[in-house]
C-alpha cells in the first residue's frame, strides 16, 4: 500500500459543481463580506438541517468564542473533559472557566444521572458536546439548567444532519455550533455556524462576526472578524448537494466494522430514537497497552487511526475534578478510517489486524 489511509479524507465527486461556483466568484469579484454564496448556504442549510437560524462563520471555535461573547457569560462553564481540545480552550479563552462533569462509560457524553449528588459550583453556561454525533440527554440538560439560571450551548461539531425523534438534535438549548473543517462530514475548507431558535441572538451574532458594523455602515459595539469566505460558502454548497450520499457510504462501512469487531471491542451505544451520521467510527480497547501495539500494527500498512480524544481535557489543563471514566476511556479510545471512497479491502485489511 503506497497511499496513508487517514481516519477522515474530504469527499467532493462534483468537483465541477465546485469550479464552476469558483469561476463565479472570480467573474462576480465578491470574494467575501457575506456575499451571495454564504447568503444561499445559510438558506440551504436553513432548509436541509431543519432549522430557524443559521449564521455561518470563519470556523467551529469562533462560532463557540461568539456566542459566549453573544450570551455574556462569565465565570464557571460546565462542560465534558472528553471532547477535542477546542471545545475547553475556546472557554479559556475567553477568560471563562471550565469545570468538568465526567462522562458516561456507554455513550462517552456527560453524564447527568447522578448530577444532584454532586457539588456544583454556579455556572453561568452549560456547554456538552454530542460527541461523535451522539446526542447528550438534552432534556435532563435542559431540566438542569433552568434550575442554575445558567444557558446551554451546544458543541455540535459532530452533528451535522442528526435527529432525535425526527427533531434535528440543534433545535435544543440556547445554541448550537458546527465545524465545517475539512476533516468534518460536511465541510467547507474551514468553516463553522451558530444556529439557534432565538432571532435576536442570531442577529447579534451576524453583527459581532463583523466588527459589529451594522446595515447601515456604523459601528455598535466591539465586534471582531469571524466572517466566512464566498470560497468556503462555494464548498458548502456542492458538499451539500452529495452529503446524502456521503453519509450512506460511510453507514455501510460503519456496519461492516460493528459486524466484525463488536463482538471484541466495545462501539458507544446510541438511543433508538436518533437518526445517525456516522461520523465517527470509534472502538474502545480494553487497555492502552493493547491499544498502542495494535496501532503499531496499523500503522506499518500505512494505516492512520486517531486517538480521538486523547488526552481527557481536565487532565491537560488541570480542572477542579478529577474525570476518572474520561480519563480512563481517553486512553482506550481509536477513531477507524471511515470516509466515502474508502476501499472495503482495506477496511477488511483493518478488521483482521484488529481480531489478531
Ligand atoms: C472540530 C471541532 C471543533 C472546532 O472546530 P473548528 O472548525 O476546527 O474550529 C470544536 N469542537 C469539536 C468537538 C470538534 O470536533
Same mark, same amino acid.
Given at each position: 500500500m503506497n497511499n496513508k489511509i487517514n481516519v477522515v479524507k474530504p469527499y467532493l465527486p462534483n468537483k465541477k459543481s465546485f469550479l464552476n461556483r469558483v469561476e463565479k466568484i472570480l467573474e462576480n469579484s465578491v470574494y467575501t463580506n457575506n456575499g451571495p454564496y454564504v447568503n444561499e448556504l445559510e438558506e440551504k442549510l436553513c432548509d436541509y438541517l431543519n432549522v430557524k437560524n443559521v449564521v455561518l462563520v470563519n470556523n467551529g471555535t469562533s462560532a463557540l468564542s461568539l456566542l459566549y461573547k453573544a450570551l455574556n457569560l462569565k465565570g464557571n462553564v460546565l462542560t465534558t473533559p472528553f471532547s477535542f481540545v477546542a471545545t475547553t480552550s475556546s472557554l479559556l479563552w475567553e477568560g471563562l472557566t471550565p469545570y468538568f462533569l465526567d462522562i458516561s462509560p456507554r455513550d462517552f457524553n456527560m453524564d447527568f444521572s447522578s448530577i444532584y449528588t454532586q457539588d456544583i459550583p454556579d455556572i453561568s453556561c452549560i456547554l456538552p458536546v454530542h460527541v461523535f454525533g451522539h446526542p447528550c440527554d438534552v432534556f435532563k440538560i435542559d431540566k438542569f +439548567?433552568?434550575?442554575?439560571? +445558567?444557558k446551554v450551548i451546544y458543541d455540535a461539531a459532530h452533528?451535522?444532519? @442528526?435527529?432525535?425523534?425526527?427533531?434535528s438534535i440543534l433545535n435544543y438549548g440556547d445554541a448550537s455550533i458546527l465545524s465545517?473543517? +475539512?476533516?468534518k462530514l460536511f465541510q467547507c475548507i474551514e468553516g463553522g455556524a451558530i444556529v439557534t431558535n432565538d432571532d435576536s441572538l442570531a442577529e447579534e451574532i451576524r453583527s459581532l462576526r463583523s466588527f459589529s458594523i451594522n446595515r447601515k455602515g456604523e459601528i455598535t459595539g466591539v465586534g471582531i472578524n469571524a466572517k466566512m469566505n464566498e470560497?468556503?460558502?462555494?464548498?458548502? $454548497?456542492?458538499?451539500l448537494e452529495v452529503v446524502?450520499? +456521503?453519509?450512506?457510504?460511510?453507514a455501510i462501512i460503519y456496519d461492516h466494522y460493528y459486524d466484525c469487531l463488536s463482538s471484541k471491542y466495545y462501539?458507544?451505544? $446510541?438511543?433508538?430514537? @436518533?437518526e445517525w451520521n456516522y461520523s465517527y467510527t470509534v472502538i474502545l480497547?480494553?487497555?492502552e497497552e493493547i491499544l498502542l501495539s495494535k496501532l503499531k500494527e496499523l500503522n506499518e500498512q500505512n494505516i492512520y487511526p486517531r486517538r480521538y480524544f486523547y488526552p481527557s481535557l481536565d487532565t491537560l489543563f488541570k480542572g477542579d475534578v478529577l474525570c476518572d471514566v474520561s480519563g480512563?476511556?481517553?486512553k482506550r479510545v481509536l477513531s477507524l478510517p471511515n470516509y466515502p471512497g474508502l476501499e472495503m479491502c482495506i477496511v477488511d485489511t483493518i478488521i483482521q489486524i484488529l481480531l489478531r
Amino acid at each position: 500500500m503506497n497511499n496513508k489511509i487517514n481516519v477522515v479524507k474530504p469527499y467532493l465527486p462534483n468537483k465541477k459543481s465546485f469550479l464552476n461556483r469558483v469561476e463565479k466568484i472570480l467573474e462576480n469579484s465578491v470574494y467575501t463580506n457575506n456575499g451571495p454564496y454564504v447568503n444561499e448556504l445559510e438558506e440551504k442549510l436553513c432548509d436541509y438541517l431543519n432549522v430557524k437560524n443559521v449564521v455561518l462563520v470563519n470556523n467551529g471555535t469562533s462560532a463557540l468564542s461568539l456566542l459566549y461573547k453573544a450570551l455574556n457569560l462569565k465565570g464557571n462553564v460546565l462542560t465534558t473533559p472528553f471532547s477535542f481540545v477546542a471545545t475547553t480552550s475556546s472557554l479559556l479563552w475567553e477568560g471563562l472557566t471550565p469545570y468538568f462533569l465526567d462522562i458516561s462509560p456507554r455513550d462517552f457524553n456527560m453524564d447527568f444521572s447522578s448530577i444532584y449528588t454532586q457539588d456544583i459550583p454556579d455556572i453561568s453556561c452549560i456547554l456538552p458536546v454530542h460527541v461523535f454525533g451522539h446526542p447528550c440527554d438534552v432534556f435532563k440538560i435542559d431540566k438542569f +439548567a433552568k434550575e442554575k439560571n +445558567a444557558k446551554v450551548i451546544y458543541d455540535a461539531a459532530h452533528c451535522f444532519g @442528526v435527529k432525535k425523534s425526527d427533531n434535528s438534535i440543534l433545535n435544543y438549548g440556547d445554541a448550537s455550533i458546527l465545524s465545517f473543517h +475539512a476533516t468534518k462530514l460536511f465541510q467547507c475548507i474551514e468553516g463553522g455556524a451558530i444556529v439557534t431558535n432565538d432571532d435576536s441572538l442570531a442577529e447579534e451574532i451576524r453583527s459581532l462576526r463583523s466588527f459589529s458594523i451594522n446595515r447601515k455602515g456604523e459601528i455598535t459595539g466591539v465586534g471582531i472578524n469571524a466572517k466566512m469566505n464566498e470560497f468556503s460558502a462555494a464548498m458548502g $454548497l456542492s458538499q451539500l448537494e452529495v452529503v446524502d450520499q +456521503a453519509i450512506k457510504e460511510r453507514a455501510i462501512i460503519y456496519d461492516h466494522y460493528y459486524d466484525c469487531l463488536s463482538s471484541k471491542y466495545y462501539f458507544p451505544e $446510541l438511543d433508538s430514537d @436518533v437518526e445517525w451520521n456516522y461520523s465517527y467510527t470509534v472502538i474502545l480497547f480494553e487497555d492502552e497497552e493493547i491499544l498502542l501495539s495494535k496501532l503499531k500494527e496499523l500503522n506499518e500498512q500505512n494505516i492512520y487511526p486517531r486517538r480521538y480524544f486523547y488526552p481527557s481535557l481536565d487532565t491537560l489543563f488541570k480542572g477542579d475534578v478529577l474525570c476518572d471514566v474520561s480519563g480512563s476511556i481517553s486512553k482506550r479510545v481509536l477513531s477507524l478510517p471511515n470516509y466515502p471512497g474508502l476501499e472495503m479491502c482495506i477496511v477488511d485489511t483493518i478488521i483482521q489486524i484488529l481480531l489478531r
